[in-house]
């Protein structure tokens, strides 16, 4: 099945630093990913996605690029702050009656004031 | 709007009790239903999904078994915990059909811990 591989397992940045979280998967059949972010005592939330006909989706201050060829994908985020400290999770699922998602194994990022 | 409700927010049960988790979605009908396990440390594990009134899908075997009683309700449930049970379980939802059933809409959860 689907394998999701996230990196770093952890990022520790001061505010106003730029991230990036890389994330790689293994099921050429994947065409959906979005990324999901977990703050402290919140729930799980959407953030950014992209399909695999993309190469490139940006919102504010996040950016998600995408490679078919090397199934890869990474956020980047500009200009932290102290409430982007979360943990962020990549997700790949397949096209049609898929309901089994898989994620990564999240990135936890804190950013110091 | 779309609400999501889990119950309890947390349990304390003994090892060998039963557990019952519930999860009600208001303000949609006919939603794909999700059971989700986090471990400390953040990973999730997909337990069990639902597209339907009594037909749910099991992902992996954990000792637990799920329901889905109502079109708006999603019960985890097992008749005897485990230690490896203890965590945090996560319900979600997504819309049937289209483009938007891609993206699951998530509860605050319920934290276990089983002593």
């Known amino acids: 099945g689907e394998q999701v591989e996230q990196l770093p397992s952890s990022l520790i940045v001061q505010e106003g630093a730029s991230v990036l979280i890389n994330c790689s998967y293994t099921?050429?059949?994947?065409?959906?990913f979005p990324w999901y972010k977990q703050e402290p005592g919140k729930r799980l939330q959407f953030i950014i996605d992209i399909r695999s006909n993309m190469e490139r989706k940006q919102n504010q201050r996040l950016t998600l690029l995408f490679d078919k060829k090397t199934k890869h994908l990474s956020l980047h985020i500009t200009a932290t702050q102290p409430g982007d400290s979360a943990i962020y999770f990549c997700?790949?699922?397949?096209?049609?009656?898929?309901?089994?998602?898989?994620f990564g194994k999240g990135t936890s990022l804190v950013v110091h004031p | 709007a779309q609400t999501i409700h889990q119950w309890p927010v947390a349990e304390i049960k003994a090892v060998g009790s039963p557990l019952s988790l519930g999860c009600t979605i208001k303000g949609k009908s006919s939603p794909n239903l999700y059971w989700y396990w986090q471990a400390t440390g953040g990973t999730l594990q997909q337990l069990f999904y639902?597209?339907?009134?009594?037909?749910v899908e099991s992902v992996v075997q954990l000792n637990l078994s799920a329901s889905r009683p109502k079109d708006d309700q999603f019960i985890l449930s097992t008749e005897k915990l485990l230690l490896s049970h203890s965590g945090f379980y996560l319900c979600a939802w997504s819309y049937w059909g289209g483009a938007d059933q891609n993206t699951l809409y998530f509860g605050a959860g319920t934290r276990l811990s089983v002593l």
């Open positions: 099921d050429s059949a994947s065409v959906y």
């Open positions: 639902s597209i339907t009134v009594g037909q």
């Open positions: 997700s790949a699922r397949t096209s049609g009656g898929n309901y089994k998602p898989t």
